[in-house]
C-alpha cells in the first residue's frame, strides 16, 4: 500500500493549500505593502524575518546572507508548511511595531542584535506550533486501549 506522503497528487493539493494561504496572508493589514519601501503588492517575503518585500527591495536582502533575510517568491517558489507559518505569525504589522521602539541608530536595522533576538523568538515560535501539532498527531493516532 502507497503512503499518502508519496502521493503526488496530495502533495500538489497540499502546495497548493500553502500558496492559497500565503495569498490570504498577502492580504492581510501591513502585509500589502513592502515592508522597506512601502510599494505595493510585495510579491517577496523574508521568510526568516516574516515580512512580506517588494522585488528591488528583496534584491537589498539577498545581499544580507540568509542568516538575516531567507528571501522567497510569493508566485515562483514552492513553500511547505515551516515557511507559510513564519508569514504567518511574523507579518510586515508585527515587525514594524517592534522597529518602532528600537533606538535610531546608523547602519542597517536588520543586522543589529534586537533583530537577531527577533529572528530567533520567531523561529521558536514556528517550531513550537509545529512540535504541538506533530504531538497532537501522533497522540490522536495511537489508539486508546482498555484497562484490563
Known amino acids: 500500500r502507497k503512503s499518502c506522503l508519496g502521493d503526488p497528487r ?29 510599494a505595493g503588492n510585495p510579491a517577496w517575503a523574508s521568510v526568516n524575518n516574516g515580512v ?34 513564519f508569514m504567518e505569525i511574523g507579518g510586515n504589522t508585527r515587525l514594524r511595531e517592534i522597529w518602532e521602539h528600537m533606538p535610531s541608530v546608523p547602519g542597517s536595522k536588520w543586522q543589529r542584535p534586537e533583530m537577531h533576538e527577533y529572528r530567533e523568538m520567531l523561529r521558536q515560535e514556528v517550531d513550537g506550533e509545529d512540535h504541538l501539532i506533530k504531538s497532537a498527531s501522533k497522540v490522536s493516532a495511537t489508539p486508546i486501549q482498555d484497562e484490563p
Open 10 to 38: 496530495l502533495q500538489e493539493r497540499t502546495m497548493l493549500k500553502f500558496e492559497a494561504h500565503l495569498k490570504h496572508l498577502q492580504t492581510q493589514q501591513g502585509n500589502g505593502e513592502c515592508f522597506d519601501c512601502g
Open 52 to 85: 512580506f518585500l517588494c522585488i528591488n527591495c528583496c534584491g537589498n536582502h539577498r545581499r544580507f546572507g540568509i542568516n538575516i533575510s531567507r528571501i522567497r517568491s510569493c508566485t515562483l517558489d514552492r513553500w511547505d508548511q515551516r515557511d507559510v507559518r
